[in-house]
Nanobody, 123 residues
Framework: QVQLVESGGGLVQAGGSLRLSCAAS????????LGWFRQALGKEREFVAS????????NYRDSVKGRFTISRDNAKNTVYLQMSSLKPEDTAVYYC????????????????WGQGTQVTVSS
């Protein structure tokens, strides 16, 4: 079992920045992919970014490339999502998720989920 707890959401003006954190516990994350997904009101959940815990290789959806950066801190067992140049369309509940072995952008392939943190970007 992997437990995930997100933090760092809030209200920010367009063009601003936020950093989300996802603290993981329960087992070693070696071999896991940690991902960030988001779900806007009335829309389906969508992939944002992922990182391989062992190699730190990353993957992003096109609309956030160059604006968002996913990273991890081994010592703190924490994954971060640094978000810059935020736009109103980035408004959503952001979820952290984990799966073992699969480099995936599909939410149904992730086994463990956090409770989510709200990000609101005002225009």
């Amino acid at each position: 079992q992997v437990q995930l707890v997100e933090s760092g959401g809030g209200l920010v003006q367009a063009g601003g920045s936020l950093r989300l954190s996802c603290a993981a516990s329960g087992r070693t994350l070696r071999g896991y992919y940690l991902g960030w997904f988001r779900q806007a009101l009335g829309k389906e959940r969508e992939f944002v970014a992922s990182i391989n815990w062992s190699s730190a290789s990353t993957n992003y959806r096109d609309s956030v490339k160059g604006r968002f950066t996913i990273s991890r801190d081994n010592a703190k067992n924490t994954v971060y999502l640094q978000m810059s140049s935020l736009k109103p369309e980035d408004t959503a509940v952001y979820y952290c998720a984990a799966n073992f072995f699969l480099n995936s952008d599909r939410d149904y392939e992730y086994d463990y989920w956090g409770q989510g943190t709200q990000v609101t970007v005002s225009s």
